[in-house]
């Protein structure tokens, strides 16, 4: 029986994201069948296989966003989503939007997962792996004043039984996941903050009487480099960029965005539209490659 296809909505048709999806199709060809790139039709004809959404005459310009192409990516989204639910296709691999431009049009979330979890449900977890790190965020896409009033014993206990299943799949038979904590120091016992001790540290109590081998909360000035010695599998980081600038800074061009928790498995580069690069053949592909690798890894 044969492997259901990859949806791979372009993302918005002006950014990289079809750029990327063409770039990978000339590097396997023998692959090509494996994917349904979703897009503009245009860029479809141009492609000679795929899913056309949005107007006929409708043509996109590289660099050079407009509504309509946000309309087109969204309806791309939701054709991959719907699919996906539908069996036909295997998991879902989105390109890059913008979603500023997005919200404009009446998108009413704050990124890609928070999309697919309203369409699959699941409770999900954003992650990100494929190269030499593999982090999961507690919170994603809030301000910063706003994460210490947010977080809550659920949430990070959600994000590490996803990353605990996340690093089995991908090959470890007892996952070692490491807490990184929310203040300076973890908290310095209490003198630059409570919530490492009030929040964090009895989670992890709680999941290691539960038998996994978790630790922490660790300062975060140190777990990343411990992990990267070998010290663990996986990093749950407490918020967005605590966990994405040193993840960005070993794998930026290897790591893929990855939504946990959900009901079937979505995948996506770690990076934006890079508008400046859409069209010159110059955008590095290492991302979108490890997210299809990860969508077929993980969906099969």
């Not at 659920?154 to 990353?163: E, N, P």
């Not at 992990?227 to 290897?254: C, E, N, S, W």
């Not at 965005?257 to 590095?284: C, F, I, M, Q, W």
Request: charged residues 20%; glycine residues 12%; contains cysteine.
């Amino acid at each position: 029986m044969s492997r259901l296809p990859l949806a791979i909505p372009c993302g918005d048709p002006a950014g990289v994201g079809p750029d990327l999806i063409a770039s990978w199709l000339r590097a396997h060809p023998a692959l090509a069948d494996s994917v349904v790139p979703i897009g503009p039709a245009d860029w479809i004809a141009r492609l000679g296989r795929g899913l056309a959404v949005g107007p006929a005459a409708y043509v996109s310009h590289p660099g050079q966003p407009d509504e309509a192409g946000q309309l087109i990516a969204l309806e791309a989204m939701e054709l991959a989503a719907r699919g996906t639910t539908g069996g036909r296709f295997a998991a879902v691999v989105t390109g890059p939007v913008n979603k500023k431009r997005l919200a404009e049009v009446g998108y009413p979330f704050p990124g890609q997962t928070e999309f697919f979890a309203a369409r699959w449900g699941g409770e999900p977890v954003m992650a990100f792996a494929g190269g030499q790190m593999t982090v999961g965020l507690v919170t994603w896409h809030l301000p910063l004043r706003e994460v210490p009033g947010t977080l809550a014993a659920a949430d990070v206990r959600r994000t590490v039984l996803a990353l605990v299943d996340l690093r089995r799949k991908l090959g470890d038979v007892r996952p070692r996941i490491a807490v990184c904590g929310l203040n300076p120091h973890a908290g310095e016992g209490g003198l630059l903050g409570t919530e490492d001790d009030a929040i964090l540290a009895p989670t992890v109590a709680a999941l290691r009487a539960e038998g996994h081998d978790v630790s922490g909360p660790w300062p975060g000035d140190t777990v990343f480099h411990r992990h990267l010695q070998g010290d663990f599998d996986a990093v749950a980081a407490i918020y967005h960029d605590q966990g994405l600038a040193p993840l960005k800074t070993v794998d930026f061009a290897t790591s893929a965005n990855l939504s946990l928790g959900l009901k079937h498995v979505r995948t996506s580069p770690d990076h934006g539209t890079a508008y400046e690069l859409a069209g010159t053949g110059r955008a590095d592909r290492g991302s979108f490659d490890s997210a299809v690798r990860l969508a077929r890894l993980l969906s099969a």
